[in-house]
Structures are given as structure tokens and as C-alpha cells.
């Protein structure tokens, strides 16, 4: 019996011991701010045939620009399809794919979208995917972050690859909030593309939360996913979504706390032996906004009945541009975090490690007696990053902060110059020498100490000229565009006339960016890559 107990003791202290360990998860630090004036210089456009047989024509950077389909400033992008032009039947509607020239092998993404493209005949993405010569798709996988058809309003993420991807273990409602897309005779929880009772290439795919997409999203101002791919540490992809203005706050700060955010309406499992990382490989970030394609045309009659009656959707994208008045994106922030060791890890730590605590800084040194004040040495830092915390990165965009000038030392002889705002008062120095033969000195004045690490405060110096990516001069501030409120969707399909002219449209959202200003990004050169995939 006595050990019996011993033993429940040993297994209750090893679970409080277990319980003050935080979980493992990788922490994130900011890696990259895609929205601004330079947002295009960062993309490839692909400009070839659409792969998911879209009524496209995919331009590139110039054609956009001359279009009026792309526009950046400091805190919004807008892309779109043409939204005004009548399409001959020969020809396709201009619109857009981007691709990102870096490629990732983890990290947290961030998007903050005010508005995302939706309308009878239109289906729009935000994804990653990963492809070269020798690995065409899905080799390297698939990631779906933001995808959506038609009229929808909750979202859709998925994953597709080869076989070897099942998700069959994963359970809704624990695992995440929502539930599975269902497939042809069961739930799409396998990833692959070929993959039995699921539709062709459907992989596997999870609902969104309510009013994740669509107008209703649109309605309420947009909303923020962060899409988290951690193939090392936790070994998952989990994604995350907030309406307008309900974002964390550690969020906002750029220091995401992701064990604070609660359940993921999203999750997948990147663990051997159900579905082994190696799936997914140097990902890029892509931007779509396709028109009709295999998975639009899958749902057109069940989703735009009052249209699919009179026409096909080919038809309805050609000669009625009035009905595309809400084909664009309008993107306020694209974060990208990376995975980062803790301060003084060990050879043997992962990312995996916990985000460290900050402690609480050290208390001020007892001030001493005043002494004649020392110049700083030229080139030293002005501050020390606290314990557990990383120095933070300078934007190479950015100014870095001026450094303060040195104080003079005193003088022999002369009294110390006046404190510094930061400076703390001290007892005062040693009387100095009678300055006659007889008669006392009067008392010296008190000189400033400074704080550990920090310098006088000086005048700002002369700001730097700020250059862009490219090595560029960057252009004066431009002020961001609005976007234009999009007019009255129509009744009845009745009052759809074929348009004769672009009058009747709303105004463009932000106004496209004039090419002076940046240089134009590379095109994509032609490749493969992936199909759609037919939605039940």
C-alpha cells in the first residue's frame, strides 16, 4: 500500500511538473510586409494559358497596369479582373495570377483583405503551391488558404498532393472547429488528388467559418487569416480567421502568440506515418482571380440559376461586365513570420521551443558620485536587446533611427553641462578648489548621469534617403486610393442589357500605380501547373 501511494505521489508531481512547461510550438518573428508601393516588384505574372480552363487571359505587368487591373500604395493593393470592357467571342477577360518570387519552407502568413472577389462566374484564391521542372504538380503540394466560387460566403482550405496523404485521423470538432467538405461518397480528408469517393483532384478540404467569403465578408469590412505551416515543431498546417476588427491583439503588434488564439477552424496533420512533411516543398504564394474554369462551371447552374437559364457562363463572363462589379481584391496586409530559435538554445533545440518570456528589465545602478563626464565611443550601440528577445530587424525601406551625439566631456575647471531629460540627478561632486588664495569655491553643480546602455539626447540627424527594393530612389508619398462604392446588383436576369459601354460601371477602386514607378516585374515563363479541383 505504502508504495501504491508513492507511486500516485511520484505520477501527481510529474503531471503539476509537466503542466508549468509550455507546449511545444514554434514562436514567429516578423519576416516580411508584402503591401506597398513596390507590392508588384515582389511577383512574377503568369501570362500563359489558364491550366483550370478559365474564360482568361492572364496578363502581364504592363498589360495590367495599362488595364487598370493593379494599384499600390502604403497600405492597400488592388488587383482585378477587367470589369468594363464587352468580350469579343473569340477572346477571353483580362485578368490576373501573381506569384511570389521567394519561395518558403515553413512560416506563419498573415493577410488582412478588405474585400475579395465574388460574383456569378468568378473564382478567386489565395494559395500556395510548389513546382519546377522536374516536380511537377503535386510533387511538391498544395496549400489552399482563401478559395472560394460564385455567390459563396464561408471559405474553403484544403490540401492537395500525391497519394500518402490521409487525413481520415482527424477529427472535426476537435481538432477544428468546423467540419469536412464532403466528397463524392465520403468526407474529403485525403489529400490526394486521385484519392477514391472524392471528386477528381478535390484533395482534402475543410469549410470556413460563417460569413468567411463572399459578400457577407465584404459587407462587414473583410477580415484576417493566418495560415500557419509547421512541418518541424508541431507538424500541422492550421489556419485561422477573424472578422473585421476582432483580430488578437498580439496580432496587430506583429507578435503573434499563436497559443493564445484558440482553435483553428482549419487543421491538417503533417505526421508520419498518416501524411509525412516531405509533401509540401518550397511553396509560393499565388494570387488567382479566375473566371468560370472547371470548378466554376461544376457549380454554376446550382449556384446562378437566374443566369444559367439565359446563358452559360462563358456568355455571362463576355457580353455582361456589369455582373463583375465586385471582381477584385483589396488587400491591407500580407505578413510573412518565420520560425525562430529561443536565445541561448542548445545544439540540440528545435523551433519548436516556446516563445520566451521578456523578464522584467534591471533596476537602475545606486547613483555614485558625480565624475567628470565621458563621450561615448563612436559606433557603439545605443541599446542592448533585453533577455529572451531578439534585436529587432531594420526594414531595409526604412530610415534607421538617428544616433544621438556623444556628450562632450567637461572640461577641467568648468562645471558639467546641464542634465539630459533622461538624466538622474546625483548627490553633488566634491567641492572644487578655492579660486583665490583664502576664500572657498562655491559649490559645484551636481553633474547627469545616464542610464546604462543609453546616450544624451541630441537633435535628430538628417534622415537618409529611402530606397526601394530595387536600389531605386523610392517616389514622393502617394496618397492611397479608395476604393469606389460598387453599384446596385441587378434584380432580375430581365434587366441585364448586353452593355455597349463602360458608363454604367462603378468607379475603379484604387487607381492603378503608374509604371514609372517601379520596374517591371519578371513574367512567369510557361509551365505547368495545377487543374482545378470539382467541388460537389
Known amino acids: 500500500a505504502g508504495r501504491r501511494q508513492g507511486a500516485s505521489l511520484l505520477l501527481a508531481a510529474c503531471a503539476v511538473l509537466a503542466a508549468s512547461f509550455p507546449s511545444a510550438a514554434a514562436w514567429y518573428v516578423h519576416s516580411e510586409s508584402y503591401v506597398g508601393k513596390d507590392f508588384f516588384t515582389k511577383w512574377t505574372f503568369f501570362n500563359t494559358q489558364d491550366p483550370s480552363k478559365g474564360h482568361v487571359e492572364y496578363v502581364d505587368y504592363p498589360g495590367a497596369v495599362a488595364s487598370k ?47 475579395v472577389p465574388t460574383g456569378c462566374g468568378v473564382w478567386p484564391a489565395f494559395w500556395m503551391y510548389g513546382e519546377d521542372s522536374d516536380h511537377k504538380w503535386p510533387a511538391w503540394g498544395e496549400y489552399d488558404i482563401i478559395e472560394g466560387v460564385h455567390k459563396a460566403t464561408v471559405v ?154 439565359r446563358m452559360s457562363c462563358q ?48 533596476a537602475p545602478p545606486k547613483p555614485a558620485a558625480a565624475k567628470p563626464a565621458t563621450a561615448a565611443l563612436p559606433g557603439k550601440p545605443v541599446g542592448v536587446a533585453p533577455p529572451g528577445r531578439p534585436l529587432a530587424v531594420v526594414s531595409p525601406t526604412k530610415p534607421v533611427p538617428p544616433i544621438a551625439k556623444p556628450a562632450a566631456a567637461a572640461q577641467p575647471g568648468k562645471p558639467a553641462a546641464p542634465p539630459a531629460e533622461s538624466a538622474v540627478a546625483v548627490p553633488p561632486a566634491k567641492p572644487a578648489a578655492a579660486a583665490l588664495p583664502g576664500k572657498p569655491a562655491p559649490p559645484a553643480k551636481p553633474a547627469a548621469a545616464t542610464f546604462p546602455g543609453k546616450l544624451p539626447i541630441a537633435g535628430p540627424a538628417p534622415k537618409p534617403p529611402v530606397a526601394d527594393l530595387l536600389g531605386k530612389p523610392a517616389p514622393g508619398p502617394v496618397k492611397p486610393a479608395v476604393a469606389a462604392k460598387p453599384a446596385a446588383k441587378p434584380d432580375a436576369i430581365a434587366a441585364l442589357p448586353v452593355a455597349a459601354a463602360a458608363s454604367t460601371q462603378p468607379a475603379m477602386p484604387p487607381a492603378a500605380v503608374p509604371s514609372e514607378q517601379f520596374t517591371p516585374p519578371p513574367t512567369e515563363p510557361p509551365t505547368t501547373h495545377p487543374p482545378a479541383a470539382p467541388w460537389p
Open 156 to 309: 474553403r482550405t484544403a490540401l492537395h498532393t500525391n497519394s500518402g496523404c490521409d487525413q481520415s485521423g482527424v477529427i472535426a470538432g476537435k481538432d477544428f472547429s468546423t467540419t469536412w467538405t464532403k466528397g463524392d461518397t465520403k468526407n474529403a480528408d485525403n489529400c490526394d488528388v486521385k484519392a477514391q469517393g472524392q471528386f477528381k483532384n478535390q484533395g482534402c478540404s475543410q469549410e470556413g467559418p460563417a460569413a468567411s467569403f463572399g459578400a457577407e465578408l465584404n459587407l462587414k469590412g473583410g477580415g484576417t487569416w493566418a495560415a500557419e505551416w509547421d512541418p518541424a515543431a508541431g507538424g500541422h498546417f492550421r489556419t485561422w480567421f477573424w472578422p473585421d476588427g476582432s483580430e488578437p491583439e498580439d496580432l496587430r503588434r506583429k507578435e503573434p502568440e499563436i497559443s493564445s488564439w484558440g482553435k483553428p477552424y482549419s487543421y491538417f496533420t503533417l505526421k508520419a506515418p498518416a501524411c509525412s512533411p516531405s509533401h509540401f516543398q518550397n511553396l509560393r504564394l499565388v494570387f488567382t482571380l479566375n473566371l468560370c474554369g472547371d470548378l466554376a462551371e461544376v457549380h454554376y447552374n446550382e449556384s446562378c440559376p437566374e443566369f444559367a437559364k
Open 69 to 115: 487591373l493593379v494599384g499600390a500604395s502604403d497600405d492597400e493593393v488592388f488587383m482585378s479582373a477587367d470589369m468594363h470592357s464587352v468580350v469579343d467571342t473569340k477572346k477571353s477577360r483580362r485578368s490576373l495570377r501573381l506569384q511570389s518570387t521567394k519561395t518558403y519552407g515553413a512560416g506563419l502568413f498573415v493577410i488582412k483583405v478588405k474585400h
Open 315 to 362: 456568355e455571362l463572363i463576355q457580353k455582361h461586365p456589369e455582373t463583375l462589379k465586385d471582381a477584385f481584391w483589396q488587400i491591407r496586409t500580407l505578413d510573412v513570420y518565420m520560425p525562430q530559435l529561443p536565445p541561448n538554445a542548445g545544439p540540440d533545440a528545435t523551433a519548436a521551443s516556446p516563445r520566451p518570456t521578456t523578464p522584467a528589465p534591471p
